[in-house]
C-alpha cells in the first residue's frame, strides 16, 4: 500500500514537472512574443515598404529577425536596411533574450537609449555608420556579456566611461573610431585581456596612450590615430605580441621610438605619422622582418636611414618624408622587391640615386623630392615599367634627362622641377601624362612637336628653362600657356606674352653680321653714359649692401634683356598719375608697357617716403629677399633702382590686382569660382612652404593678408609685398617690433615679440578662410574658441555669391581646404601644423568625402579630417 502511494506521489511530480517545463514555456511565449511584435511594430520599420512583413503568421519569419526555439526574439539584423528615425524608438526593455543587435548603415539618428543597458544577454552590438548623437550611456557598462561593441561613424560625444575595463571586461572588439569622443582613453582597457580589436581613432581624445595597453596580450589591432593625445610611446606597447595593425598617427605624441616596437615581430602595418617624434630612425623596426607598410612621414625624426631596412624583404609601403633625415640615399632600398610605394621627400637626404633603385620592379610611385641629391638620374629608372608617380623635384640633380624614361608607359605624373637638368627636353611618352613639371631647370633646345598631343593634360609646366624655337600648336591653344613657358628667352608663337615668329632669310651675309656687331658697339661706348648697367639675377645674386647705403647703386634689368631708364620713363610718362593702379604699404604701383611690348607693374618710393627711414629700410628689405628666392608663386622681380633721387622696383604684371580687390567686387568674386579659390590657397600654400623649408636660412613674410596676394590672368596666386620680410637665424632670438595687418596677425603677438613660421601659418589660415567665404572672417574668429562654432554649418560660411560646391572632386577640394584652414587658426602656435604639412596634404589629395558637404559642421572640420578618408 505504502509502495502504491509513492509511486503515485512520483507521478504526479512527474506529471507537474512536464507541465512546468513545457506549458510555461509557452505560456510565457504568448505573453512575451506579442510584447514583443508590438515593440517591433511601434518602430514602424516593419510592415512597411522598407521592410515587408510578407503576410507572415509568425514575426520570428520577418527580415531581420531570428528567434530561439521558444519564439523569443534573439538577433536583429537591420544592416543591409536604410531606416528612418531614432533608435529610441527600439524599446529595448521587451527584448530579455536579445543576444545580437546590429543596426549599422541604417541612417538612424538620436541618442543611444538608456534602456539599452537592459539587454543583459546581448553578445554583439553594432551600431555604426549611423547619425547618433548624445553621450554613451552609463547602463552600457551593464552588458558585461558583450563580445562585439561597435558604434564607430557617428557623432557621440563625451567621454568613454571610465568602469568599461572593470565589468565589459570579455568585450574581444570594441570600435568606437568617427566620433566627437573627448576625454582620456581609460585605463581600465587594459583588463579586457582578451580584446583582440581596440580603435578609436578620429575623436578628440586627449591625455597620454595609458601603460596598461601593454597588458592586452591577444590585441592584433590597435588605432588611436587622429586624436589629441600626447605625451610619449609607452615602451610597455612592446609587450604587445601579437598585434598585427598599429597606428598612433595624428596625434602629438612625442619623444622618441622605443626600441621595444621591435618586439612586435608579428607586425604588418605600422604608422606613426604626423607627429611630434625625434631621434633616430631605430634599426630595431628592421627587425619586424613581416612589415607591410611603414609610415613615420611629418616627424621630427633625424640621422640617416639605417642600412638594416634592406632586411625588411616583405615591405610594400614606405613612406619617412618630411623629417630631418640625413644622410645618403641607401642603396639597401634596392633589396626591398616588393616595395609599391617609396616617399623620402622633405628630408636633408644627399648623395646620389643609387643605381640599385632598378631592382624595385614593382615600384609604381617614387618621391624623392626636396632633399640634397646630386648626381644625374641614373637610366636604371628606366627599368620600374609599373611607375606612374615620379618626383625628383627641389633637388640638385644635373646633366640631361635619360631617354629610358621614355620606357615607362605607365608615367601619369612627372615632376623634375627646380632642380640643374640640362640638354633637350626629351621626348616622353605622351598618351597617358597628366601631369608633368620640369620647370626651373636649364633645358635647351626647342619643344618637341609630340608635344601637340598635350590636349588632355590636367598641368604642364616647361617655364624657367633656356627653351627656344616656335611653340608647338598644341601649347597656343591652352588658355594658361603663358604660365608653363614663361621664363624661356628664345620662344616665339602666337601665344599671348611671346613674341610673334619671324621668317629667315635664306642667306645671310656674314658681313652684315660683323657690321651688326660693329654698330653695337660702337652704340655701347659711345651711348654708354646715357644708359645704366642692367644686372641680371640668378638663383644667389645678392646686391652690394654698402651701394646702397650711398644711394649710387642704379640697377635696372628683367630676365631676358636689358631695360634701360629712359625705358621706364617714357612707357610711365615720368611716372603720371595716368598710369598709376594704386598705392601700398608706401609708393604708389604704375602699370607700363615697354617698347618689347612686355608690360610691367612698377612700385616708386616718393621723395618724402623715400627719407622716412622705415619705407627706406622696407624698400631695402623687399629687393634684397626677392633677388634671392624663385618660387612660381611668388612675384617675380624683374629689377630695381636704388638712387637717393629716384627709387622703385619693376615686377611681373599681374592682370587682377589683389586677392582683397577680386573677392570685393561681386563680378570678379563671380569669376573666381571654387576651383580657382582651392587653387589660389594652395599656392599661396606653396609659396610659404618653399619660403619657411627649403630656404636657409628659412624666411617668413610677417604681412600675409589678401592685399598682399596677387592674381595672374589665370587667376593663379601670388605672394608679394617682403617689405617686412624676415630671415629666422637659429642662433637669434628672432625678437623684432610688430608687424602685419591688422586682422591677419596671429594672437600671440600679442604678448610675444618672437617671429616664427607659425605667425605666418595663422594669417595664411585667415587669408584662406578668406577665401571662401568671401570676405574677412573677422567675427568667425572671435568665435572659434566658443562652443557655439561647433553646430555651424559650412555651407552656411561659404561665399554666398557662387553656387554650392557640387559633390565630387570640387566638394572634396572645397573641404580639404576649409579643414587645413581651420588647423591653422589653433591659438596655440604649437598645434598650427606646418606650412610643409599643409602643402603636402594639397598635393597628395588623397582623399575623399564621407558625408555630403551640406551636412559638414565647423565642428567635424576643426576635429582635423573627420569628413575625409583616404
Known amino acids: ?96 533574450n536579445l543576444l545580437s543587435l546590429d543596426l549599422s548603415y541604417c541612417g538612424l539618428n538620436g541618442n543611444i537609449p538608456h534602456e539599452i543597458g537592459r539587454l543583459s544577454k546581448l553578445n554583439y552590438l553594432r551600431l555604426s555608420y549611423n547619425e547618433l548623437t548624445g553621450m554613451l550611456p552609463l547602463s552600457m557598462t551593464n552588458l558585461t556579456q558583450l563580445l562585439v561593441l561597435d558604434i564607430s561613424h557617428n557623432s557621440i560625444s563625451g567621454s568613454i566611461p571610465t568602469e568599461i575595463g572593470n565589468r565589459m571586461w570579455k568585450l574581444t572588439s570594441l570600435r568606437l573610431s568617427e566620433n566627437n569622443l573627448t576625454g582620456r582613453l581609460p585605463p581600465s582597457i587594459g583588463k579586457i585581456t582578451q580584446l583582440s580589436i581596440l580603435n578609436i581613432s578620429s575623436n578628440h581624445i586627449t591625455g597620454e596612450i595609458p601603460t596598461s595597453l601593454g597588458l592586452l596580450a591577444n590585441l592584433t589591432l590597435l588605432d588611436i590615430s587622429h586624436n589629441y593625445i600626447s605625451g610619449s610611446i609607452p615602451s610597455s606597447l612592446g609587450l604587445l605580441a601579437n598585434l598585427i595593425f598599429l597606428d598612433i598617427s595624428h596625434n602629438s605624441i612625442n619623444g622618441s621610438i622605443p626600441t621595444e616596437i621591435g618586439r612586435m615581430w608579428k607586425l604588418t602595418s605600422l604608422r606613426l605619422s604626423y607627429n611630434y617624434l625625434t631621434g633616430r630612425l631605430p634599426p630595431c623596426i628592421c627587425k619586424i622582418t613581416q612589415l607591410f607598410h611603414l609610415d613615420i612621414s611629418s616627424n621630427h625624426i633625424n640621422g640617416s636611414i639605417p642600412s638594416e631596412i634592406g632586411s625588411l624583404l616583405e615591405l610594400n609601403y614606405l613612406d619617412i618624408s618630411s623629417n630631418h633625415i640625413n644622410g645618403s640615399f641607401p642603396s639597401e632600398i634596392g633589396s626591398l622587391l616588393e616595395l609599391n610605394h617609396l616617399d623620402i621627400s622633405s628630408n636633408h637626404i644627399n648623395g646620389s640615386i643609387p643605381l640599385e633603385i632598378g631592382s624595385l620592379l614593382k615600384l609604381n610611385h617614387l618621391d624623392i623630392s626636396s632633399n640634397h641629391i646630386s648626381g644625374s638620374i641614373p637610366s636604371e629608372i628606366g627599368s620600374l615599367l609599373k611607375l606612374n608617380h615620379l618626383d625628383i623635384s627641389s633637388n640638385h640633380i644635373s646633366r640631361s634627362i635619360p631617354s629610358e624614361i621614355g620606357r615607362l608607359l605607365k608615367l601619369i605624373y612627372l615632376n623634375l622641377s627646380h632642380n640643374f637638368i640640362s640638354g633637350p627636353v626629351i621626348t616622353i611618352p605622351l598618351d597617358y601624362f597628366e601631369y608633368l613639371d620640369v620647370s626651373h631647370n636649364h633645358l ?86 646715357v644708359f645704366f648697367y642692367c644686372k641680371k639675377v640668378g638663383k644667389n645674386t645678392k ?30 610718362d615720368n611716372f603720371d598719375i ?28 616718393h621723395r618724402l617716403e623715400a627719407e622716412e627711414p622705415a619705407f627706406d629700410r622696407s624698400f631695402k628689405n623687399e629687393v634684397q629677399m626677392l633677388t634671392e628666392i624663385r618660387h612660381r608663386n611668388i612675384v617675380k622681380l624683374y629689377g630695381f633702382c636704388l638712387h637717393n633721387r629716384c627709387m622703385f622696383l619693376i615686377y611681373e604684371y599681374m592682370e587682377r590686382g589683389s586677392l582683397f580687390c577680386a573677392l570685393r567686387y561681386d563680378d570678379e568674386a563671380m569669376e573666381l569660382n571654387w576651383i580657382r579659390r582651392v587653387n589660389t590657397i594652395k599656392g599661396i600654400a606653396h609659396a610659404l612652404s618653399y619660403m619657411h623649408h627649403d630656404c636657409n636660412p628659412p624666411i617668413v613674410h610677417r604681412d600675409i593678408s589678401s592685399s598682399n596676394i596677387l592674381l595672374d590672368s589665370e587667376s593663379e596666386a601670388f605672394v608679394s609685398d617682403f617689405g ?62 566658443s562652443a557655439s562654432i561647433q553646430n555651424i554649418m559650412l555651407n552656411d560660411v561659404l561665399d554666398a555669391r557662387l553656387p554650392a560646391p557640387e559633390r565630387g572632386m570640387i566638394s572634396r577640394d572645397v573641404v580639404l581646404a576649409a579643414t587645413l584652414t581651420f588647423s591653422c587658426l589653433h591659438s596655440e602656435p604649437k598645434c598650427r601644423p606646418t606650412m610643409l604639412r599643409i602643402s603636402q596634404e594639397f598635393l597628395a589629395c588623397k582623399y575623399s568625402l564621407t558625408k555630403p558637404l551640406q551636412k559638414i559642421s565647423l565642428g567635424q572640420l576643426m576635429n582635423q579630417d573627420i569628413c575625409l578618408i583616404k
Open 1 to 96: 500500500m505504502v509502495s502504491f502511494k509513492y509511486c503515485a506521489v512520483v507521478a504526479i511530480v512527474w506529471i507537474a514537472t512536464n507541465i512546468i517545463l513545457n506549458v510555461a514555456p509557452i505560456l510565457s511565449k504568448s505573453s512575451s512574443s506579442t510584447e514583443e511584435v508590438e515593440a517591433l511594430l511601434r518602430t514602424g520599420w516593419w510592415g512597411t515598404t522598407s521592410i515587408p512583413v510578407y503576410n507572415s503568421t509568425s514575426h520570428c519569419e520577418w527580415d531581420g529577425i531570428s528567434c530561439n526555439k521558444f519564439g523569443n526574439v534573439i538577433g536583429i539584423d537591420l544592416s543591409p536596411y536604410y531606416l528612418v528615425g531614432e533608435l529610441e524608438k527600439l524599446n529595448m526593455s521587451s527584448f530579455p
Open 578 to 605: 595716368r598710369h598709376c593702379i594704386g598705392t601700398g604699404g608706401y609708393g604708389s604701383v604704375y602699370k607700363a608697357q615697354l617698347p618689347s611690348g612686355e608690360v610691367v607693374a612698377l612700385k616708386k618710393l
Open 444 to 529: 635647351s633646345g626647342t619643344i618637341p612637336i609630340s608635344f601637340n598631343s598635350t590636349y588632355n593634360w590636367q598641368s604642364i609646366d616647361l617655364s624657367y628653362n633656356d627653351l627656344e624655337g616656335e611653340i608647338p600648336q598644341g601649347f597656343q591653344v591652352r588658355s594658361n600657356s603663358f604660365q608653363e613657358l614663361r621664363g624661356n628667352k628664345g620662344l616665339c608663337g602666337s601665344v599671348k606674352g611671346f613674341p610673334p615668329c619671324r621668317k629667315r632669310d635664306r642667306f645671310v651675309h656674314l658681313g652684315t653680321i660683323l657690321l651688326v656687331i660693329i654698330i653695337i658697339s660702337l652704340a655701347f661706348f659711345i651711348l654708354g653714359p
Open 543 to 572: 646686391f652690394e649692401e654698402r651701394a646702397i647705403k650711398k644711394g649710387n647703386l642704379f640697377s635696372v634689368w628683367n630676365y631676358d634683356g636689358r631695360i634701360v631708364y629712359e625705358d621706364i620713363i617714357k612707357a610711365t
Open 724 to 785: 617686412t620680410a624676415r630671415r629666422l637665424y637659429p642662433n637669434s632670438s628672432n625678437q623684432t617690433v610688430l608687424a602685419g595687418t591688422f586682422g591677419y596677425i596671429a594672437p600671440e603677438l600679442a604678448y610675444t615679440m618672437e617671429v616664427n613660421e607659425k605667425c605666418d601659418v595663422y594669417s595664411f589660415g585667415v587669408v584662406a578662410l578668406e577665401t571662401l567665404m568671401g570676405r574677412h572672417p573677422g567675427e568667425l574668429l572671435l568665435s572659434l574658441a
